[in-house]
T-cell receptor, first 114, second 113 residues
């Protein structure tokens, strides 16, 4: 069974600093990979997704992620954090042979300090 | 356009009561998913509907949970004889088809007292 591990349940950065949120997956076949963001009392919003095309994926709000098969990783980055980026971020996978059911990591809460 | 809507947004119920949670997917989306978000378990898949095919119920935690999707559109998740461990946010998502982007609703926060 596939699983997702997000390293660090809480990440704190200063405004303008690099954001790096880590995600590793375990799957025998490279899955589809996603990053979602959740603002307080809201549903999940898709930031970006990897579906076996380019390994560097650009998403909304300046975020990007790089798929590294050798490391089974899909880390999320943003060069310069903004106060509005404060939220909870979830990495998720779905098997290519499945119907799209998402398996989520435990989430990382990002705090941005002025 | 309209996104995925869920009702009610909040539900407080007494242990042992039945509850129904509703999801209105985006028009034209054939795939519909239910997930549960709780402090202890994180985000977990519950059930999947695709068109007129039989749903995948493999994520339902017990036989107290059931769901239906009428006319390929609106879905209702029913929890019978609620327990305190059922307290969670129940999220619904829809997509054009499998592996397309899933659009999530705002969720229903269920509190069992």
């Amino acid at each position: 069974a596939q699983s997702v591990t997000q390293l660090g349940s809480h990440v704190s950065v200063s405004e303008g600093a690099l954001v790096l949120l880590r995600c590793n997956y375990s799957s025998s076949v490279p899955p589809y990979l996603f990053w979602y963001v959740q603002y307080p009392n809201q549903g999940l919003q898709l930031l970006l997704k990897y579906t076996s095309a380019a390994t560097l994926v650009k998403g909304i709000n300046g975020f990007e992620a790089e798929f590294k098969k050798s490391e089974t990783s899909f880390h999320l980055t943003k060069p310069s954090a903004h106060m509005s980026d404060a939220a909870e971020y979830f990495c998720a996978v779905s098997e290519q042979t499945s119907y799209g059911k998402l398996t989520f990591g435990q989430g990382t809460i990002l705090t941005v300090h002025p | 356009g309209a996104g995925v809507s869920q009702s009610p947004s909040n539900k407080v119920t007494e242990k042992g009561k039945d509850v129904e949670l509703r999801c209105d997917p985006i028009s034209g989306h054939t795939a519909l998913y239910w997930y549960r978000q709780s402090l202890g378990q994180g985000l977990e898949f519950l059930i999947y509907f695709q068109g007129n095919s039989a749903p995948d119920k493999s994520g339902l935690p017990s036989d107290r949970f059931s769901a239906e999707r009428t006319g390929g559109s609106v879905s209702t998740l029913t929890i019978q004889r609620t327990q305190q461990e059922d307290s969670a946010v129940y999220l619904c998502a829809s997509s054009l088809a499998r592996h397309y982007e899933q659009y999530f609703g705002p969720g229903t926060r269920l509190t069992v007292t």
